[in-house]
């Protein structure tokens, strides 16, 4: 994976410290976690070469807490760690199951989520799933520590609240009440970017958040609205058309997305307790 890399700048930190000084010092240092987008990007030319700090190495940014109520997850747990831990599996299953999609086991192996989340494709497979839990990221730089609820954390088409500096260190989870559900619809099963994903959780208020349908992944605020005070099939598709925003691009076109973003969230909602 690093092959891309090799003959660019490339620090290696030995801590969460010393990379967060070595950020400050120069904040056009690329973060390199798994590698598994950066290296794409450097392969067919959409970034350009730049300096990069090796964080894969920092043992900081890899755990699975329980934190009280909350799940805290490191900015570099890897998806094949959260497919290994138990606490995700109780608390929250639907990251398991996006944590199984995402490429194969090679990927796996190596992404982590803080580049899922950085990297900020609408495609993520994980990022329905924090939008659905009302994820907050914890973001830390050399002079201090913010929070930044995660459905505040896209602010346009890859652009995001991280700042010149920040790290995206952790993720914290409050409890999710209510069973919770993960689909992705692609070409194929595996090794596949997503044409919708969808990640929803069943409560009195339900909680549905989209992935691949709009310039940023979304909270489907209005089809909440909707299934939560009883509408019908068809005004339940017509709040979701105000939520989301499909394209066409060379994986599916726009009234495709919609058409089956909406059948997503019906089949789920018809499934009842057991979905
Ligand atoms: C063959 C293949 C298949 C793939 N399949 C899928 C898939 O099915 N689903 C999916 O969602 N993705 C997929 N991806 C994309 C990629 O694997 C994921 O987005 C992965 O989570 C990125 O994590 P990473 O650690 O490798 O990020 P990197 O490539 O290291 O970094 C990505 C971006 O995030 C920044 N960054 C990384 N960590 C941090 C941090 N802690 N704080 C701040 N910025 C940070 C980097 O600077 C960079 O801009 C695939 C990639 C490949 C090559």
Redesign the pocket.
Known sequence: MRSAVSGLELRTPDTLGEALEMLAGNPSL???????????DLQFGTAAPAAYMD?SGLEE?RFVEERGDVLALG??TT?AAILRSEAVLLRLPMLVEAAA????AQ?QA???????I??A?P????LPVFAAADATLVLRSASGERRVPFNDFYTGYRETR?GPG????AVEVPPVRGPQWYRKVGTRAA????KVVMAAVRARRPRVAFGSVAPTPVRATHAEEALASGAGAAEVRAALARDISPIDDVRSTASYRLAVAGNLLLSWWEQGEAG
């Not at 690329?30 to 794409?40: C, F, H, K, R």
């Not at 190596?110 to 899922?116: C, S």
């Not at 495609?123 to 994980?126: E, K, T, V």
């Open positions: 690329v973060p390199l976690a798994g590698g598994t987008d950066v290296y794409v964080i940014l900015g570099g998806f999609t995402v490429g194969g990927i190596a992404a982590t989520v803080g580049g899922n950085a990297n494709s495609a993520g497979d994980s991280l920040e790290l995206i260190v090794q596949a970017i997503s």
